[in-house]
Nanobody, 127 residues
Framework: QVQLLESGGGLVQAGGSLRLSCRLS????????MGWFRQAPGKEREFVAS????????DYTKSVKGRFTISRDNAKSTVYLQMNSLQPEDTAVYYC????????????????????WGQGTQVTVSS
């Protein structure tokens, strides 16, 4: 059974930082591209960041570039999202997602491209 378990969400003031973690089990982590998405109340789920299976390729949505960093530790089967300079508009439920890919296979920004999802973790940024 494939499971993605997120942690690290919480309440933070504007300008603060949080680090989200997501551990994958039931699947070979090093064979998966990983992504982070978020969904704010009343809005559609949106892409935040992705990382290739090796970690060499990272992609971000424009609004978080320079503030968020995605990384992975294949030995721990865990992907991270370091979020700095948080703003109220970053408030959302954050989801991690996984997709088994071949070496060199790219992963896009669409949620339908991912096969497995975590339950989500709430991030609330107060002004």
């Amino acid at each position: 059974q494939v499971q993605l378990l997120e942690s690290g969400g919480g309440l933070v003031q504007a300008g603060g930082s949080l680090r989200l973690s997501c551990r994958l089990s039931g699947l070979t982590f090093s064979s998966c591209a990983m992504g982070w998405f978020r969904q704010a109340p009343g809005k559609e789920r949106e892409f935040v960041a992705s990382i290739s299976r090796s970690g060499a390729i990272r992609d971000y949505t424009k609004s978080v570039k320079g503030r968020f960093t995605i990384s992975r530790d294949n030995a721990k089967s865990t992907v991270y999202l370091q979020m700095n300079s948080l703003q109220p508009e970053d408030t959302a439920v954050y989801y991690c997602a996984a997709k088994p890919v071949l070496i060199g296979q790219s992963i896009g920004k669409n949620s339908y491209e991912y096969d497995y999802w975590g339950q989500g973790t709430q991030v609330t940024v107060s002004s």
